[in-house]
């Protein structure tokens, strides 16, 4: 494409859109627009002459599980799949990139988008998405990994600012798009609306370009979010390049490059990675092409099987789809909740409701009673006939979940229960039978702790997708077999949550003072009690672990176990992998998350399951050093069902990185003399000083102890012969 001939106006329009979907195009120059869309499940592509801000008025889609679900699959394959369905289906709508995946963490179950999100896990947020990412790019069609960084919360999202140290920014909210930065090459990166320790997203070099582009190596096209640039020259000197939708004054880049405020060569960076993301792209969408729109429908039904987390189960699921008669109740059943509210809400190509597919199954032996309206309050002519329903049948299903105002892009809900309304109908339904199970629909965690103690199963469906009406009947009657594990803690109460007082924080800044600890790496530190743990999900099957081996492999180690399934019934099984630190210079969670696998076994079968850990699965982000750190010492190897469910452990033993700590004025004592070099020039400065090598003192006493933990600058005021020029001597040879 002929940028050399570009002007300066052009070059500057070409770093904004043309419109709400399109970047701009200068037909001389050979630029063609391209389309972006919504669509980390399922696209929403505006017609032509469409409202941009009419959510419902988008071309039908495949409404596929949103990532809350599909996380829960815990199965890379399967998110690889969706992506290639989604890419498909973009080269039929020419839709040269769908703005997804969102891998920010899901810090609070507050958060009114945690159902865009895949965990409150970084390594398993970026190992789904990477799959996902790299299914969709391989039909040619590109990415654009978001929310980058940070957004964790909608409340006073456009300007607040996360106040994050730099650990917890590199152990938690950033490992995700590095490895799918790394890993799957996205063709863009959308910046978020936040600030990031007072500094804007949009307009942060450190972010942009020192992080993703300098230390990461990423080569492709940074793109705002719609709206979130504030300051179109500073955003373009951070390292952005696209600012969307058409923020209307590309003048100010034009005189910023005119009076020398702005280097043209910045532009035309931009401008080169716009053209090589045409070029990347313009491919796929050269042709006409179509999908295989039942397939795709099937397919959402897949990851919906796979994804719906059976959270507890006294027996009575399976249901017998032979005998019986079963009640459906709750309006949820006739009318799902299937995605969650915003920008990316899809106009499905069609809608499974629980109601037909249960009918479908048993016909007559089928009942149902609405119990509520979805957005209305208690009614009590609704209530007195799921009663009834529930008195007349052998077991009642009720559906619960969330209303779309309390689950939606752009606010944050204030508590986790259920509706009054939708509790009101479970209590009365369990006080007329004795065989209640219940199916939840909802985008981010719910309270489970107050009802679950009076129902036999709860089944856990968070929002499947179109498919998912279909795919809870065959799970309520064993024609699939659950196999999802929680990727969020349940807790006990909100007030368990670790960010519970700094969530979602006021004045315009939220400080993220519970730092590595979100999720289950709190839970699980403190032992604190919860509903149900990170990992967790029940089978109609049962699987033994057994026989763990480690080896070395690489930097880091290998972990060999066998799975068997102990069962009658088909099923799969995820067994997690968790590091624990035996002994850190650091405080550390009780342990992490570091690789997984799904199996697949028929009864009575086993299969041996290798999971490989690089040296990265034992660092810490050290503050001090300011890179990440891998200490010599014995680390366990944890395999389990669930973050609190270890079936299997073994200890290793790492050599570290190998890497010595970096010395300084104010290192300890006892750090410098540790240090391989350090240390012989330290105690050669004492023996000149004071005519020995050994410390004045006894290590063990109390001055020694003092003295050991004292920075080398202070220490040397205790010693004749030593000042500040000596440490700063001994600096300089042990950087040598």
């Known amino acids: 494409m002929a940028t050399r001939t570009l002007t300066l106006e052009q070059k500057a329009a070409l770093t904004s859109g043309s419109d709400f979907w399109h970047t701009e195009a200068v037909p001389d120059a050979g630029i063609p627009r391209i389309m972006v869309s919504d669509g980390p499940h399922g696209l929403r592509k505006q017609p032509e002459d469409g409202d941009p801000f009419d959510i419902g008025g988008s071309v039908p889609a495949t409404c596929f599980p949103p990532a809350v679900a599909l996380a829960c699959t815990w199965n890379v394959e399967l998110a690889r799949a969706e992506g290639e369905a989604l890419g498909e289906e973009a080269r039929a709508e020419k839709i040269s ?285 609704l209530l007195a006939e799921a009663v009834e329903v529930a008195r007349a049948v052998d077991v009642a299903v009720v559906f619960l979940g969330l209303p779309a105002s309390y689950d939606s892009e752009g606010a944050d809900r204030t508590h986790i229960f259920l509706p009054p309304s939708q509790l009101a109908v479970l209590d009365a339904v369990v006080a007329a039978s004795p065989n209640v199970v219940v199916v939840l629909s909802n985008g981010s965690v719910v309270s489970v702790s107050d009802w679950q103690d009076g129902v036999r199963a709860v089944l856990e469906g968070w929002l499947l997708g179109q498919a998912g009406g279909a ?49 289950y790496r709190y839970h699980d530190t403190v032992g604190a009690p919860v509903a149900y743990p990170f990992g967790h999900g029940l089978s109609y099957t049962t699987f033994e672990y057994s026989d763990l081996s480690v080896a070395p492999a690489g930097d880091g180690f290998a972990a060999t176990f066998t799975v068997t399934n102990t069962g009658t019934r088909a099923g799969s099984e995820t067994a997690q992998v968790y590091v624990r630190d035996v002994e850190s210079s650091v405080d550390r969670p009780a342990h992490e998350l570091k690789g997984f696998a799904k199996v697949a076994l028929e009864p009575g079968a086993s299969q041996t399951v290798t999971v490989e850990l690089d040296g990265r699965a034992l660092a810490f982000w050290s ?32 050599p570290g990185d190998g890497i010595p700590m970096t010395l300084t004025g104010l290192s300890l004592v006892s750090e410098w003399l540790a240090h391989p070099a350090g240390g012989p020039i330290l105690r050669a400065a004492l023996q000149q000083a004071i005519g020995t090598s050994e410390l004045p003192f006894d290590p063990e006493s109390v001055i020694g102890r003092m003295a050991l933990g004292s920075p080398l600058l202070k220490f040397v005021n205790f010693i004749p012969g030593m000042d500040s020029r000596t440490v700063a001597q001994l600096v300089a040879a042990a950087a040598r």
């Not at 391989?138 to 919360?153: E, M, P, Y």
């Not at 190596?217 to 952005?240: F, I």
């Not at 999802?484 to 006990?492: A, M, N, S, Y």
């Not at 973050?643 to 200890?651: E, F, G, K, Q, V």
Request: net charge negative; hydrophobic share 40%; glycine share 10%.
């Open 97 to 381: 990139v769908i703005l997804g995946p969102g891998v920010n963490i899901r810090r609070s179950p507050l958060c009114g988008r945690n159902f865009e999100y895949f965990s409150e896990d970084p390594f398993l947020a970026g190992e789904l998405g990477a799959a996902w990412v790299e299914g969709v790019q391989s039909q040619g069609v590109g990415t654009s990994l978001k929310h980058f960084a940070a957004n964790n919360q909608e409340t006073d999202r456009l300007r607040v600012s996360a106040r994050i140290d730099d650990r917890t920014l590199r152990e938690i909210y950033l490992p995700a798009f590095e490895r799918i930065v790394k890993g799957a090459r996205p063709l863009t990166v959308m910046c978020s609306y936040n600030k990031i320790n007072g500094v804007y997203s949009s307009e942060n070099r450190w972010l942009l370009t020192e992080l993703l582009r300098d230390e990461w190596g990423y080569d492709g096209l940074v793109v705002s979010d719609w709206g979130a640039v504030n300051d179109r020259v500073a955003a373009v000197s951070a390292g952005l390049d696209l600012t969307m939708p058409v923020p209307g004054n590309d003048d100010v880049l034009v005189d910023a490059v005119s009076s020398g405020v702005l280097d043209e060569s910045v532009l035309d960076v931009a401008v080169e990675r716009l053209t090589t993301l045409i070029e990347r792209t313009q491919d796929a969408v050269a042709d006409d092409v179509s999908y295989d729109v039942d397939a795709h429908h099937a397919l959402a039904k897949s990851v919906a099987l796979e994804a719906a987390v059976l959270l507890k189960n006294d027996g009575i699921l399976p249901l017998d789809p032979g005998a019986g008669t079963v009640g459906l109740i709750g309006e949820f059943a006739r009318t799902p909740l299937f995605q969650g509210q915003g920008s990316s809400q899809v106009v499905a190509t069609r809608v499974d409701s629980a109601l037909d597919a249960v009918t479908a199954l048993i016909g007559d032996r089928a009942r149902f009673a609405p119990g509520f309206e979805i957005e209305g309050g208690e009614d009590a002519a």
């Open 471 to 519: 795919a809870t009947a065959d799970l309520l009657f064993g024609v699939a077999n659950p196999s999802g594990k929680l990727t969020e803690t349940i807790p006990l109460r909100l007030e368990d949550t670790p960010c519970h007082l700094n969530f979602p924080g006021s004045d315009g800044e939220v400080e993220y003072g519970e730092r590595v600890y979100v999720g």
């Open 623 to 654: 503050l001090r050093e300011q890179r990440w750190l891998v200490e010599a010492g014995e680390f366990e190897l944890q395999v389990g069902a669930s973050s609190r469910d270890i079936r299997l452990a073994a200890t290793v033993v790492s």
